[in-house]
């Protein structure tokens, strides 16, 4: 891979564009939008977090309070530093947000001279993000009073009250038609559907089956809408957008501490619902129940591949070049944190406040801590807080759209036919330090490439693209082994110049480009690009 030299950002606002052309990123109160190809700097604005009226007069009034709560003296410039940057949809348009003082700045990058500026006034800003079609942007207040849309087009804005969470709480229908939301009106939790496409018009509005809502998940093609308990409760309901309850999931006894990580299969069809007891449920969406069950084993049994971080490779290396993980013979002992207990956690009494606080501490501490699909649906990813330095990888084999069996597998309740679509544990990648971050390729045609980070000077990639094609004569067992060769992982040095930084790079995130041939790595106030190397007359598509 080819890496790019280091440069400052802050709040790890760097993104590229949707054609991959530019790079957006903000440094402190200024934007800066680079050409990808070359890094040459092609637009920088400054963004004015000057707040209005209202804001500054509700600012200066709380400040005049108390003494100890006065600003320190460099407070009133990281009070204007950007908090929110994004792209549009076509790449035209930019935002900067700073949410302290309550302003959105919107530019244009073909025409410099064009701006845009909103002000949230009193009730303050949360966040601010772009709608699916470019020329909306969506103000989310302070306080969970309410989300705004303004339109770029007419001017105009579009209020809804009452929005559950700001970071969680909504999602947009892939055709961007209809955006969902949830809401709290006196003190139950409902659900407002609305036209996009009609500025924002109300189209449905029902309540929900939950007590206190932690999430909402939309399926990826729009018929479902998974929400879920809060932190007390481990039950999840799936409802359409007409507002009809289909199911309802609940493992019996309620391990407690409720649902922590959801993820939809790309078909829609399945659901990965997992919580604090390092179990993994599989629902499928005829009767929304659990037709496999598995849990995050401690000892890798045979037949799974076993990769290892190479011991010291990075001082070896001076932190340049690749190296393959060494692999491991299997079964084999997965290694845990000493605090692990394997034991069920106890469900707090309602009311304990010592308890409540013992459960919070405890789900952010055990269970199951990320669950991914890749794009074609044929791997899961599972990362579990007991082992936080392995990532897990499950083939997930489903039943073919194609295959004139499907349905009947999809609706048999035979044990064989369930058995053809229960996850097998493939590979495990281990590692010498906490995976932080971990993402699958977002182009379908590199499905089965997975990038890590863990907070060190590296990158670590797998890769199940290198198909080798069976010799022509060669037997079974030949051919058996050759299968076995097919998947590659390594471990990346990432060549952090010293002469431009005073301390090591350490990657903390890590996010692709969307056509999945470069990834951007993330430090915490540094970052700098990966991008992949392709051979003279090698083909793009090429695996």
């Known amino acids: 891979m080819d890496f790019t030299e280091i440069y400052k950002q802050t709040a790890s606002l760097v993104a590229f564009s949707p054609g991959t052309h530019f790079l957006l990123t903000a440094v402190q109160d200024r934007l800066i939008v680079r050409r990808s190809d070359s890094f040459q700097l092609a637009r920088t604005w400054l963004v004015d ?228 007891d390092d179990k993994v449920y599989i629902l499928e969406s005829l009767t929304w129940s659990p037709i ?74 055990s269970g199951t801590t990320q669950l991914a699909f890749n794009t074609s649906g044929s791997l899961l990813l599972v990362r579990s807080a007991s082992a936080p330095s392995a990532v897990m990888l499950y083939d997930f084999p489903t039943p073919s759209s194609n295959s004139p069996t499907a349905s009947q597998s999809m609706s048999s309740s035979t044990g064989e036919s369930l058995a053809l679509l229960t996850p097998h544990l493939r590979s495990v990648l281990l590692h010498s330090q906490a995976v932080v971050s971990a993402r699958w390729n977002p182009d379908p045609g590199r499905a089965g490439r997975l990038a890590v980070a863990c907070a060190s000077q590296s990158v670590y990639l797998w890769s199940d693209e290198w198909v080798v094609a069976p010799e022509s004569g060669a037997t079974d067992a030949q051919t058996q082994g050759q299968e076995e060769d097919t998947e590659v992982a390594e471990c990346v040095g990432v060549p952090a110049l010293a002469d431009q930084i005073l301390e090591k790079f350490e990657t903390r995130d890590l996010r692709w480009a969307p056509d999945g041939k470069g990834m951007i790595l993330l430090d915490r106030e540094i970052f700098c690009c990966a991008f992949e190397v392709e051979e003279e007359g090698q083909d793009s598509g090429a695996t």
């Open 49 to 276: 977090a000057t707040p209005s009226p209202t804001s500054a007069t509700l600012a200066s009034s709380s400040s005049a309070g108390s003494s100890s709560l006065r600003a320190r003296p460099d407070d009133s410039t990281s009070n204007a530093w950007i908090t929110h940057a994004g792209w549009s949809c076509d790449s035209e348009y930019v935002l900067g947000a700073c949410a302290k003082t309550g302003v959105v700045s919107v530019f244009k990058l073909r025409d410099e001279t064009w701006s845009a500026r909103i002000e949230a006034g009193s009730e303050g800003l949360m966040k601010a993000e772009w709608a699916p079609d470019g020329r909306t942007v969506l103000c989310f207040s302070e306080w969970g009073l309410r989300v705004t849309m303004w339109s770029l087009v007419t001017g105009a804005a579009t209020y809804i009250q009452y929005p559950i969470h700001p970071d969680r709480g909504y999602a947009f229908r892939q055709d961007a038609r209809y955006f969902v939301l949830a809401e709290r009106h006196k003190s139950k939790d409902t659900l407002g559907v609305y036209d996009a496409h009609e500025a924002y018009r109300l189209a449905r509005h029902f309540p929900l089956p939950t007590n206190s809502l932690a999430s909402v998940s939309l399926s990826p093609t729009g018929n479902y809408l998974a929400v879920w308990e809060g932190p007390l409760e481990f039950k999840i309901h799936i409802v359409s957008l007409a507002g009809n309850v289909l199911g309802t999931f609940s493992p019996e006894p309620d391990p407690g501490f409720g649902v922590r990580m959801v993820s939809w299969h790309p078909s829609g069809k399945f659901l990965a619902v997992a919580g604090t």
């Open 292 to 365: 496999a069950t598995f849990e995050l084993p401690t000892r890798i049994p045979a037949g799974v591949a076993v990769w290892r971080e190479p011991s010291g490779w990075l001082e070896a290396t001076h932190g340049r070049g690749f190296l393959s993980y060494e692999r491991i013979q299997s079964p084999f002992t997965l290694p845990t944190t000493s605090s692990q207990v394997r034991a069920k956690p106890t469900k707090p009494a309602a009311g304990n406040r010592s308890a409540l606080a013992a459960a919070s501490t405890s789900r952010t501490s």
